[in-house]
């Protein structure tokens, strides 16, 4: 259920078009909370349907004419529950590790050149993170909006880092095209 939320959240932020909500979460949110486009108009159309938002009256007709959305003082109210309620961990499912957990029973061909392609985009998320932080989070800004925002982004700077780190040490232990036990 964090879709509506994640839309609750952005539209707080600064009231949008579902346009511009989809090139915000490409940007930003995206980047810890993915969603197609055509979810978050499904989804925009249900926090209007519930009372959560409304679409912005527009000075010009209707019909093509792009509706921003605004959030009323009932999805802010949920909003703000659902933040303050408590939440488990989820458990981590990740192909990778299933495909390596995989390859030591039916071989590793393959995923070594994998390993590899993911260390790569994992070191490249990591640099975009960094540029990020540098750009938008100077030496004094430290509002209690910003440092939220922050510790947001640092979070994924901390999983890329790990993740990298993981990677390089995988490719330093991981045989390269081993057969599988009772393979030949």
Known sequence: ???????LT???EKPSSGLELTR???????????ATHQQIYRELGRLETDGLIRALPSEQPARGQRKSYEVLPAGRAEL??????SQDPRPMRDTLLLRMRAAAVVGTAGLGQDLRRHL????????EYEEIEKRDFPPGRDSSQDRLRHLVLRA?????TFWTRW???ALEEFPEDVPG???A
């Open 80 to 85: 703000a529950r659902w933040t303050a309620a």
């Open 10 to 12: 952005a539209l707080l």
């Open 24 to 34: 915000r979460f490409d940007k930003s949110i995206g980047y810890f909370w993915s």
């Open 156 to 160: 994924g700077i901390d999983l890329e």
């Open 167 to 169: 990677l390089t040490h």
């Open 1 to 7: 259920m964090s879709l509506p939320h994640a839309i």
């Open 181 to 183: 036990p009772g393979t």
């Open 120 to 127: 790569e985009l994992h070191r490249r998320q990591l640099a």
